[in-house]
């Protein structure tokens, strides 16, 4: 059974849309991340949700919004979407917060903008 | 925003032989560190960590070794296969704030 699920996989629209891509984990996790990974493999945290709580927002532009409903899912919403949002968005989770354990990685969403 | 410099490190390695794969790492308070498997269209996948009080940990066909001293971790993988041939990753963060900061990765190419 998949432990961090993502959808879509593959996304290309227009420059100035809006589009959300959704996750789930079913590890019974507390905390949820997404990661940006840009052409060059460099993988950089966005944000982080600990039951539903935001508590780690990296300097992200606000057309970037995550919402989390539940602590199983954190969903990541962009509006009028750039060349340069271009990338593959990855979300995971972990037991916590803190402490000495390992983030689970979701499959990715490669996001085209075009 | 986008990562700029070099193009992404690579280690080529014939099938059978040792491959070491080295990461400097940035913060002198980081107590907790892992390595990532990132496989072509895949996420990253954990492989093995280790913690500031130890400075070697050994997993199956895979050792980490971390020198404080100087920042710096290795990933030292035996009998190197063609399933080992992934973007590797290390990933430090300390005990008190939970944020994952990753190094700029490592290509390895096994040729069979």
């Known amino acids: 059974d998949t432990a961090v699920s993502q959808t879509p996989k593959y996304l290309v629209t227009q420059m100035g849309n809006d589009k959300s891509i959704k996750c789930e984990q079913n590890?019974?996790?507390?905390?949820m991340y997404w990661y940006k990974q840009d052409s060059k493999k460099f993988l950089k945290i966005m944000f982080s949700?600990?039951?539903?709580?935001?508590?780690i927002n990296e300097t992200v532009p606000n057309r970037f919004s995550p919402k989390s409903p539940d602590k199983a899912h954190l969903n990541l919403h962009i509006n009028s979407l750039e060349l340069g949002d271009s990338a593959v968005y990855f979300c995971?989770?972990?037991?916590?917060?803190?402490?000495?354990?390992?983030?689970?990685f979701g499959p990715g969403t490669r996001l085209t903008v075009l | 925003g986008e990562s700029v410099g070099l193009h992404l490190p690579t280690l080529s390695v014939q099938e059978g032989d040792n491959s070491i794969i080295n990461c400097a790492y940035s913060?002198?308070?980081?107590?907790?560190f892992i390595w990532y498997k990132q496989e072509s269209g895949k996420g990253p996948q954990f492989i093995i960590d280790?913690?500031?009080?130890?400075d070697k940990r050994q997993g199956q066909r895979v050792t980490v070794l971390l020198n404080k001293t100087v920042k710096h971790l290795s990933l030292q993988i035996a009998a190197t296969q063609p399933g080992d041939s992934a973007v590797y990753f290390c990933?430090?963060?300390?005990?008190?704030?939970?944020?994952?900061?990753f190094g700029q990765g490592t290509e390895l190419s096994v040729k069979p």
């Open positions: 995971a989770s972990s037991p916590e917060r803190e402490g000495y354990n390992e983030q689970f």
């Open positions: 590890l019974g996790h507390d905390t």
């Open positions: 949700y600990n039951n539903k709580e935001l508590i």
């Open positions: 913060n002198s308070a980081s107590d907790y």
């Open positions: 280790i913690r500031s009080n130890m």
């Open positions: 990933a430090e963060t300390s005990n008190q704030g939970g944020k994952l900061i």
